[in-house]
């Protein structure tokens, strides 16, 4: 299949040779070239040759037929060039600029996912006291301690109380539930 190709050689300061070729292969687009210039060799001469993409030569033909500029009914084979969509305005996005402050009202807040039981975490200084979370001296704690004092083991109690046996050990340890 014969491909078409766009040859341009330049000599210094002048255009030597600029035109197509079609042909099989680049070598004999460059073979041509020679021939053209009456050269044998193409040395010192500054030449490209560039195979035009028959996909391509399509799109500029169905770009002139869709401009009106020569009457004729495109093929259902062409697809029309499009225009590129604008890219969207860059911004900055600066972590020091200033933003505006969006308020929320307590009924769009979201409410906060209840921490689960035996899992350590800090309170908020604006929040009132955690459930299912206790801290020394709560109720059920107390209740974690004497079931403990009755069956001594930390699985069993850990399991009555929905709570991971690390949690009871590291807490009988720290509270010293065995002295």
């Known amino acids: 299949m014969n491909k078409l190709y766009w040859i341009v050689c330049d000599d210094k300061d002048h255009n030597v040779f600029e035109g197509r070729y079609q042909g099989r292969t680049r070598g004999e687009a460059l ?3 020679k021939q053209s210039v009456g050269r044998k060799s193409l040395n010192g ?39 590129p969509d604008p890219a969207p305005p860059a911004g900055r ?11 929320v009202t307590p009924a769009e807040a979201e409410p906060a996912p209840a921490p689960s039981p035996g899992k350590k975490s800090k309170p908020k200084p604006d929040a009132g ?30 399991e009555k109380f929905g709570l991971s046996p690390n949690s009871v050990k590291t807490r009988a340890r720290r509270e010293g539930w065995n002295k």
């Open 45 to 83: 001469l500054v030449f490209t040759i560039t195979e035009i993409p028959v996909p391509l030569i399509r799109e500029i033909v169905a770009e002139i037929l869709a401009s009106g500029c020569v009457p004729a009914t495109p093929s259902p084979n062409i697809v029309p060039l499009r225009q």
């Open 93 to 103: 996005f600066d972590a020091f600029a200033d933003t505006p402050e969006t308020t």
């Open 31 to 33: 073979k041509f070239l």
């Open 129 to 158: 006291p955690k459930v299912g979370n206790p801290g020394h001296g709560d109720d059920l704690w107390s209740q974690i301690r004497a079931y403990w004092n009755e069956c001594r083991s930390i699985k069993q109690t850990a």
